[in-house]
Nanobody, 119 residues
């Protein structure tokens, strides 16, 4: 059974930095892509950043130049370095992993980690 576990969330002042980490387990294979999403109460979960095997990372416009996603040295791990944080970045951040098989994509989700940015 695939599990994703996030860590690194917390409370930070505006302009500060945090680093989120995600460790995946239970898969014999490396995930084809790993990503971060975030969600605030009352809103849909939104894409933040993704890194794919053999591809360049891509980012939501609102984090470009501030956040950096990277695969860890260990299999099925991913980090999100968040700099210049703003109060509007406050959300629960979820780790996502994707497996691509033919025309199907299987998504796995972590339980989320809270990030709170104070003004």
């Amino acid at each position: 059974q695939v599990q994703l576990v996030e860590s690194g969330g917390g409370l930070v002042e505006s302009g500060g930095s945090l680093k989120l980490s995600c460790v995946g387990s239970g898969s014999r294979f490396s995930f084809d892509a790993m990503a971060w999403y975030r969600q605030v109460p009352g809103k849909e979960r939104e894409f933040v950043a993704q890194t794919s095997s053999g591809g360049s990372p891509n980012y939501a416009d609102f984090v470009k130049g501030r956040f950096t996603i990277s695969r860890g040295s260990a299999k099925n791990t991913v980090d999100l370095q968040m700099n210049s944080l703003r109060p509007e970045d406050t959300a629960v951040y979820y780790c996502n992993a994707k497996m691509f098989r033919m025309q199907d994509t299987t998504n796995y989700w972590g339980q989320g980690t809270q990030v709170t940015v104070s003004s």
